[in-house]
């Protein structure tokens, strides 16, 4: 799969992995890939407490996996996701005095 093919399909799966996180409060879904090429999948939601929480909830990695496979995502890819869990409350935190 060429890294053109592979950003397609990672750009093609993140409204409806939004949309399948969005019960458990995820407001922003966007992946960046790695030094090797490997997806890293960045779900933002709004509070600390949520972040929390969607990091526990051990369905949320595979359930972005199968989402990436679905859109054609290599399997080696998929296997190799990191998932990064940030909240807006975290990040507004940073540019505070």
Sequence with gaps: MSDETRRRAADAAMLPIRASL????????????????DP???IEVS????RVAVESYPWVLPQVQVVLSRLGLAP????????QVTSAEAQDRLFEE
Excluded: F, I, N
């Excluded at 969005?22 to 090429?37: I, K, N, Q, S």
């Excluded at 509070?47 to 949520?50: D, K, N, P, Q, R």
């Excluded at 080696?76 to 998932?83: D, F, H, I, N, S």
């Design 47 to 50: 509070t600390e407490a949520g």
């Design 40 to 42: 890293v999948v960045w």
């Design 22 to 37: 969005a019960p458990a409060g995820v407001t922003g879904v966007h992946w960046l890939p790695d030094a090797d090429g």
């Design 76 to 83: 080696e890819k998929v296997q190799a996701l990191r998932l």
